[in-house]
């Protein structure tokens, strides 16, 4: 099979390419054809791969391409996995910024950073999908690009179901709880429901017995794992049930906006600067591919162990232990899932798909994000129990901001832009939505039609 990246350069890559790696049977992909608008980026990111390959000693490793031509990327494949960012770190850097500076939380997919985001992302990933559609009409896209529900539903107008979106954050959640209960996160069925960054673990069943209850009753094991230190105890039990990272944003809104200010940098601008410098080692002439990957391996170290620490630092939950420092584990799910696609094998996945009746509160076309059933026919939602009227609140705000910023992405027009903003939780003002409209459309060349 072979599978195309866009977003080829980007950092996160040799996540995949080493899931490949590790186990061949993985997807059974023999070409890997990496897509980037930036040959540098795309030539680093390439001696890192080629670093991986060396280490396995596979004589079968997947080949690898690279190419800066999008229809030369597309030809041939039977998966796309989509992990673009427009405007670079530099633009999330400047969403960070400009928030911030009216008291508003920045964050790339949360609050009005994420607004700005899905406003310069959306138009591209629909002129993407329209190339998908053209030069690859039987691929199937799995969508890691961020704000990747609002992405995701974005790329659903042309795709329709053969585009699905994933994110790591409920994977890790699931299998933290399921360590902290003893049991085997493979063997659990993980009751989660909302919108991507935006959802809740409401139980745990294994052996067909909810094991969640018995988790909130032990203050201990509550505050022994990474979201357990972020909301603590009483809040976990007041909700009865275990939020994503991300609610962290609007549960303590306050607290977290104050961190972010008083930081030295926010984490765009870290991530800008880290990757900054892992790129401009990788890519020296002549540095072999070995030194490329420790190049490599070093960096996402240091990544892993910076995530959230603004949020940390605001619950005073501390530096991250050494069990919460491995990774969601995204290139996982994204390789189960072409797995489950490619052999016609069911498995149930945490996606982001439409709706169609799963919730009520929501249309048919709203992107959700909940366990689905997969098979060679693509991603099915699973049926769950209505939301708590506090999630069903949070959540249709939520989507009502994201179909505005889909609005607004394909009008062009300034009202649609400040509405989007003005309407979403963490904005708090119609005022401060007209002048963060202000400020994106002056620091992005792309939003610049909306002054």
């Not at 490949?20 to 980037?36: I, M, P």
């Amino acid at each position: 099979m072979r599978l195309t990246i866009l977003g080829g350069g980007g950092f996160r890559v040799p996540l995949v390419y080493g899931a490949l790696l590790g186990d061949r049977a993985e997807g059974r992909v023999s070409h890997v054809a990496l897509y980037d608008e930036d040959p540098a980026r795309l030539s680093a990111m390439a001696r890192v791969l080629a670093g991986q390959a060396e280490a396995a000693g596979l004589p079968d490793a997947p080949v690898v391409t690279a190419t800066t031509d999008l229809d030369e990327a597309l030809r041939g494949a039977d998966f796309v996995f989509s992990a673009i960012r427009v405007g670079g770190l530099e633009g999330r850097a400047a969403d960070e910024r400009i928030a911030l500076a009216e008291g508003v939380l920045g964050q790339e997919t949360v609050g009005a950073g994420g607004v700005a985001y899905g406003l310069r992302t959306v138009p591209v990933a629909r002129a993407i999908a329209r190339r998908i559609a053209r030069t690859a009409p039987d691929a199937w896209v799995i969508n890691f690009t961020n704000p990747a529900g609002l992405v995701t539903e974005a790329m659903a107008e042309e795709l329709g179901h053969r585009v699905i979106g994933i994110c790591d954050s409920p994977v890790g959640l699931g299998r933290r709880i399921a360590r902290v209960l003893g049991a085997r996160p493979e063997e659990a069925w993980i009751d989660y429901v909302g919108l991507n960054h935006l959802g809740w673990v409401r139980g745990l069943r294994v052996a067909g017995r909810d094991e969640l209850p018995r988790l909130l009753a032990d203050a201990a094991a509550l505050e022994s794992f990474e979201e357990g230190r972020l909301f603590g105890a009483e809040w976990l039990r007041s909700l009865g049930a275990i939020p994503n990272e991300y609610l962290h944003y609007y549960y303590f809104n306050r607290d977290t906006v104050r961190a972010y200010r008083e930081a030295e940098r926010t984490r765009g601008a870290f991530l800008r600067d880290q990757q900054r410098g892992f790129y401009e080692e990788a890519g020296r002439p002549g540095l072999a591919p070995g030194a490329a990957l420790a190049a490599w391996d070093r960096t996402r170290a240091e990544r892993e162990a910076t995530y959230m620490a603004e949020n940390r630092e605001a619950a005073g939950a501390g530096e991250r232990e050494e069990i919460d420092l491995e990774s969601g584990g995204y290139e996982r799910v994204a390789l189960a899932l072409m797995r489950a696609i490619a052999r016609d094998e069911r498995a149930t996945l945490i996606l982001n798909v439409p709706n169609g009746s799963t919730l009520s509160v929501l249309d048919a076309e709203a992107v959700i994000e909940v366990p689905c059933l997969v098979d060679a026919n693509g991603a099915h939602p699973t049926g769950v129990a209505p939301l708590p009227l506090h999630a069903v609140g949070l959540v249709t705000a939520v989507k009502a901001v994201e179909r505005e910023v889909l609005a607004a992405a394909a009008s062009g027009s300034r009202a649609d832009a400040v509405k989007a903003f003005a309407l979403h939780p963490l904005v708090d003002s119609v005022a401060v939505a007209r002048r963060l409209v202000e400020g994106y459309a002056a620091a992005h060349p792309g939003l610049a039609h909306l002054r």
